[in-house]
């Protein structure tokens, strides 16, 4: 493991990392341990979207998400972090031993491990890790058996029920 200041590069099985997957990372990882210091209506002001403003920058401080719990799998809880473009970002938490449904990626699904470890197909990914699927692939045997925190980027189309999900726009 190599120490870059306040965080740790650590080696893993991918051979590339997508920088902007890194620094939303870093941004998560710094705003999971500092509280938060905007106000309810600064919070609320700022996720507003009005569409005929045009384009727009919105933040928000992750530590004023709530954990959701999972309606797909026990001990699965996420913070909806935000969407644009037809894609959300979310920060999601595993349970020691929690196992998510086998589905379909109808778009490409990006991972980063913040902590803990994941098996993601067979490989298993520890912290500093990035997973990237492509539209088209079963995720098989998703699951933490030590517990886990993870950035996931994907498209707001995606459908996670099971691996018999129908693309959007074919033939149902």
């Given amino acids: 493991m190599e120490h870059t200041g306040l965080f740790q ?15 939303l990372c870093m941004v998560a990882i710094d705003s999971a341990t500092r509280p938060s210091v905007h106000t309810q209506s600064e919070r609320r002001d700022n996720m507003t979207h009005d569409p005929s403003a045009g384009p727009q920058f919105r933040w928000s401080d992750s530590n004023d998400a709530p954990w959701i719990p999972s309606t797909l799998a026990k001990g699965v809880e996420v ?20 196992v998510f449904p086998d589905h379909l990626h109808t778009g ?8 803990g470890e994941v098996t993601w197909n067979g490989r298993l990914l520890a912290r500093g890790c990035v997973g990237v699927a492509e539209a088209g692939t079963v995720e098989r045997g998703f699951r933490s058996m030590t517990g886990c925190v993870f ?3 994907y498209d707001l189309e995606q459908l996670f029920d099971s691996v018999n999900s129908v693309r959007p726009g074919s033939a149902q």
């Fill in 108 to 115: 490409p699904e990006f991972i980063y491990v913040v902590e």
């Fill in 79 to 98: 913070k909806n972090l935000g969407k644009a473009n037809g894609r959300a970002i979310q920060l999601v938490r595993f349970s020691p031993g929690a």
């Fill in 9 to 23: 590069r650590r080696t893993c099985d991918v051979d590339w990392v997508v920088p902007e997957i890194v620094c």
């Fill in 151 to 153: 950035l996931l980027m």
